[in-house]
């Protein structure tokens, strides 16, 4: 076995509240009746990579979809019990997003389809492991790739789950980390243990 292969995370059990783990179930549904290929970010690859549950807060999903496709989530959605902001939705035409809003016991998860658009989004798609909610799979990018997405945002929060991502897995990969960070123009980012 290669050293790079010892590395590679294995599949995860999230821990996530009911609300959370239906408005996962259905966005999943869509997502794969639409034959979109998609992984989950933000608060999932937080779960999954960091052990944290996922109980509050949004659910941000990035699928590899043309800007056709968009209304077709949407549409789907709707009848899936999600609300859509028709307003909203216009307004976000030109940004990367479908946003959506989860119908849950407890009030409404806002849900968010981020437009894979670059090359980047769509390897990270492509790259995507398989975790476990409910004894269901689902995708989530890999711990590099959102430690790449935790140093673009920036703000202390995401800094110090990059760091912990960095610093508590064993399996994380600091080299392919580094690697993105000088493909994407951000050497003087690059991590050292």
Do not use: C
Not at 70 to 81: D, E, F, L, P, T
Not at 125 to 154: H, N, Q
Request: net charge negative; proline share 2%; glycine share 8%.
């Amino acid at each position: 076995m290669t050293e790079r292969a010892a590395l590679m995370p294995q599949s995860n059990l999230i821990s996530v509240a009911a609300d959370h783990g239906a408005a996962l179930a259905a966005i999943g549904e869509v997502l794969t009746r639409l034959k979109l290929d998609h992984a989950f970010v933000g608060g999932v690859a937080a779960a999954s990579w960091l052990g944290e549950t996922l109980e509050a807060g949004s659910i941000d999903v990035l699928a590899v979809l043309s800007s056709e496709q968009k209304n077709q989530v949407a549409m789907m959605a709707s009848n899936r019990g999600f609300r859509v902001d028709k307003s909203e939705l216009e307004a976000t035409e030109e940004l990367d997003l479908i946003p959506l809003y989860f119908t849950a016991a407890m009030g409404e998860i806002r849900v968010h389809v981020l437009v894979a658009s670059n090359a980047l989004y769509g390897q990270m798609v492509k790259r995507a492991l398989t975790a476990s909610v409910a004894g269901r799979g689902l995708k989530v990018i890999r711990p590099e790739d959102f430690a790449l997405l935790l140093t673009v945002a920036g703000d202390v929060a995401s800094i110090g789950k990059r760091e912990r991502l960095i610093n508590e897995r064993r399996d994380f990969d600091l080299q392919a980390f580094n690697d993105q960070l000088v493909s994407v123009g951000l050497a003087s980012m690059k991590v050292t243990r």
